[in-house]
């Protein structure tokens, strides 16, 4: 499943993340990207453990930890501490697929990726290019999304960003490890909590319906969640 999620941070909390990581340093984005990838990339980012980084990680995490819509459709288990990049004029990121694995710095911490999240810090009109393209089953799919959403796809997914022409794209991305492995199972689950919250609204929590559906949702979540 392939979905954005609109205003995960109000302006004014782009606004105040912008501040933090335009002032920091930022260095060559090869970094944390494995053999493949590092020969397609060219951008850059923040150092992870460096002081702006973990601020600016602290309020992306309070953030899409916050966001019900996220919450629905990750079911997270294990977030990555959440990166920041940068493509200027020139820079892009051809295609490849993230690393399975990968393990958070200076911790024993490891995450199996089975989500891949961008979330836009730049206004569309203020950069031409940068789009971020992501194949799916139903063909190319390219995302450039107003400064505070979110998009949420599968790891394991073909992506790239295309070259940036005009302005700066800063963006903050991370993976995560989802309580429910399989992609398929994972979008069940949503619909059903999509169409759950839709019938709440129009006929309340005591409805019959709405609680044997409820019931189904958890027995499908005790069926299908590990390590929770
Ligand atoms: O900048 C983005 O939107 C995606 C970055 C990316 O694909 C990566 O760092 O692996
Ligand atoms: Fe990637």
Known sequence: MLICIPNV?????????????DAAEWVDGRVTAGVQS????????????????????????????????FLAAALPQKVFPPLFNRYVVGDQFGAHVDNAIRSVKNSPERIRTDLSCTLFLTEPEDYDGGELVIETLFGA???KLEAGDLVLYPASSLHSVSEVTRGARISSFFWLQSMVRDDGERTL?????????ALVAEKGHKDPEVIRLT???????RRWAEGA
């Open 215 to 221: 019931g189904i949702y958890h027995n499908l979540i």
């Open 141 to 143: 799919q390219e995302v």
């Open 38 to 69: 590092a020969e397609a990339k060219r951008n850059t980012q923040l150092p992870e453990d460096s002081p702006a980084a973990r601020k600016a990680q602290q309020l992306v995490s309070l953030a899409v930890g916050n966001n019900p819509v």
């Open 189 to 197: 689950l949503f619909d059903l909590d999509q169409s759950i919250q």
């Open 9 to 21: 941070l109000t302006k004014a909390q782009v606004k105040d993340i912008r501040q933090l990581i």
